[in-house]
């Protein structure tokens, strides 16, 4: 007998699972409640130009999500680099780089460290002491996850400069958390694998496309041709346990969901369908409404407690080119990272020749998220001027700011006992998410991880029943 698993949630996890079991030869009906998959990682069109929800980077570490894109057929709409190297800008001083050698991990960074100019020498020799130890630390140890980062560096000879320049120059974009603020197992775990294990695993990437292409278009390309019934705008209210399976009710959006066939209820329409399994992709506060009491078996309140941290991106079209690299870190500079967007955007056709569109990505942006758009100009158009002297002379085409106030879980100590793993206490039901415990922070690796794993468990469990409810 086919088993009919439904997925609740089309944001990477979401895809992941239904794609896992599908492959697998179950029936999948996936649920997604805005009109486009790929949740928080994707684009939308603003006059000519497509904007990325957020720039997000990949790294060579991240072998679930790559093997992900290419499931979709699209792998080679990313770029990734053939060796870590990431330019380093500060106001009124030389660029700097970290650039990784042919060495082996550690040592591939060492010269890299020796050179960084914008720490003292004696910071750098502390940094590789650091380094090591820091690769000796056990993400697992729950005492681990209880501490800060920032009060492990402290204790282990960092200096605040080697913390501004350096720790959090990786950190804050991949934990979306400040060193002081974030978990030491996070932090350990993102360094371990990205920096300290393997020399090529850092090596950075990003598309060369819009993210809706790859996330949306290539996904429900794949969904649909593995046979999985995708509905978008389509939003599930509840989803209760019955004798017969997991009901689900849900309300059809305005627009038109994907794969409308015979007794489509329409738009605005409200339906109820029962399924075998559940694979509950949404993001945490949402699954603490929607999912049965003690599905999860974490404590009271644990989504509010589990906590989200904000991402602000500003978005600039130069009349020229500023940033003369594909992207760029800055320190000493409310700038944090760089990236030039005019070829995956489509700004050239938008634009005159020779423009530029710069995303200037922003995390841990509790400070900045909440700031109107005059404030936002005010404050990045004269510090990107500062790390780029060639924006002094250009004229600012465009300028907007893309918000998302819960773009992450909070990656804070005590995170793991907040983050539950894919199988629940009830049968037919598994949840996914990049805030479920996959040991990574939130990021579409996590996603991916957990979208397979949440899978893997709904095709492990027993069926509930079958059949469908009118
Ligand atoms: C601005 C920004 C920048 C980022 N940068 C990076 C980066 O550089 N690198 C990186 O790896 N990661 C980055 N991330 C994190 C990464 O995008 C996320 O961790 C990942 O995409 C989350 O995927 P998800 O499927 O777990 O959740 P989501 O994307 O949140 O998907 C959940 C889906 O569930 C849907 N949903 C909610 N309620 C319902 C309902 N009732 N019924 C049906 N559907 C529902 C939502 O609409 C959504 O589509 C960034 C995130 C943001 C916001």
Redesign the pocket.
């Known amino acids: 007998m086919t088993v009919h698993v439904g997925v609740?949630?089309?944001?990477?996890?979401?895809v992941a699972a239904a794609l896992r079991c599908a492959d697998a030869g179950a029936a999948v009906t996936l649920?997604?409640?805005?009109a486009r998959l790929g949740?928080?990682?994707g684009s939308f069109r603003r006059g000519e130009l497509d904007v990325d929800?957020?720039?997000?980077?990949?790294l060579r570490c991240?072998t679930s999500y790559l093997a992900f894109l290419d499931r979709l057929g699209v792998r080679d709409d990313v770029e990734l680099q053939d060796r870590l190297d990431i330019p380093v800008l500060a106001p009124g001083a030389r660029p700097a780089r970290l650039r990784r050698s042919g060495l082996p991990a550690p040592l591939h960074l060492g010269a890299a460290l020796a050179r960084y100019g914008p720490m003292p020498l004696a910071d750098r020799l502390r940094v590789l002491r650091g380094a090591l130890a820091l690769g000796r630390v056990d993400p697992d140890d729950p005492a681990v996850d209880a501490r800060s980062f920032g009060d492990w560096l402290a204790a282990h000879g960092q200096r605040p400069r080697a913390v501004q320049t350096l720790w959090d120059l990786v950190g804050v974009a991949t934990l979306n958390a400040r060193a002081a603020d974030a978990s030491l197992a996070l932090a350990a775990t993102v360094f371990q694998l990205g920096l300290l294990t393997d020399a090529a695993a850092g090596d950075v990437g990003w598309a060369r496309v819009p993210l809706g292409r790859l996330h949306d278009d290539a996904a429900r390309r794949a969904l649909v041709t593995a046979g999985v019934d995708v509905r978008t705008s389509?939003?599930?209210?509840t989803l209760t346990r019955g004798h017969d399976g997991w009901r689900i009710a849900l309300t059809h959006a305005q627009a038109a969901h994907a794969q409308a066939g015979p007794g489509d209820p329409g738009p605005g329409g409200e339906e109820e369908l029962v399924v075998d399994r559940i694979v509950s992709?949404?993001?945490p506060s949402?699954a603490a409404r929607?999912l049965p009491e003690g599905a999860l078996g974490l404590p009271a309140e644990w989504a509010d407690r589990l906590g989200s941290s904000p991402?602000v991106?500003v978005h600039v079209v130069y009349d020229r080119r500023v940033l003369h690299h594909p992207f760029a870190a800055a320190v000493d500079s409310p700038v944090q990272w760089m990236f030039d967007r005019t070829a995956s955007s489509g700004a050239r056709a938008a634009h005159p020749p020779g423009a530029q569109y710069v995303a200037v990505?922003l995390s841990a942006a509790d400070d900045l998220v909440g700031l109107p758009l005059a404030a936002l100009r005010e404050l990045m158009l004269p510090a990107l001027t500062a790390v780029l002297p060639a924006a002094a002379h250009a004229r600012v085409l465009d300028f907007f700011v893309t918000r998302?106030p819960h773009?992450?879980f909070r990656a804070g100590p005590g995170q793991a006992a907040l983050r539950p793993g894919p199988v629940t206490n009830l049968p037919g039901l598994s949840v996914?998410?990049?805030?479920t415990a996959t040991g990574w922070p939130?990021?579409?690796?996590?996603?991916v991880r957990?979208g397979d794993a949440a899978a893997a468990a709904a095709l492990a469990r027993p069926v509930v029943a079958a059949g469908v409810a009118a």
Do not use: F, N
């Open positions: 609740v949630g089309g944001g990477l996890a979401g649920w997604e409640s805005r949740g928080v990682a929800t957020g720039q997000h980077v990949v991240c389509a939003k599930v209210r992709a949404v993001p949402v929607l991402i991106d990505s998302e773009a992450t996914a998410g990049a805030w939130a990021t579409m690796e996590g996603a957990s």
